[in-house]
């Protein structure tokens, strides 16, 4: 069965989500002769986000900064970093539980002035 845009219905709907996560809702349309449902999930990722950390040390010394990472979407994240520079030292990999907040130990220890 094909339809012609003549016999296209538009719906529009506005969806305001509060968090990064994964949203799933049914929409039902009734009619006097038909009944379906349409299921439907919204995706939704944060922008990019940067941030910049200032360490101040003595050569030799490290310092660790515990970064928060939430996860407010509805599945369990395992996260992988990637830390280029020389001097910064973390956990390769980090797991996050949905509607959990970990600390991920940022380690900046110089091995000369700069």
Wanted: net charge negative.
């Amino acid at each position: 069965l094909f339809l012609d845009r003549s016999d296209a219905v538009e719906l529009p709907i506005k969806f305001i989500p509060q968090y990064a996560g994964s949203y799933r809702c049914q929409i039902l349309l009734k009619s006097s002769c038909d009944v379906r449902v349409y299921e439907i999930e919204c995706v939704v990722n944060t922008d990019r986000a940067e941030a910049e950390l200032e360490f101040l040390t003595p050569a030799y010394q490290a310092v660790i900064q515990d970064i928060p990472i939430s996860n407010m979407s509805n599945q369990d994240w395992k996260l992988e970093a990637v830390l280029e520079g020389q001097g910064f030292y973390g956990p390769p990999l980090i797991n996050v539980g949905l509607g959990e907040t970990a600390l991920y130990p940022l380690m900046f220890k110089p091995i000369a002035e700069c």
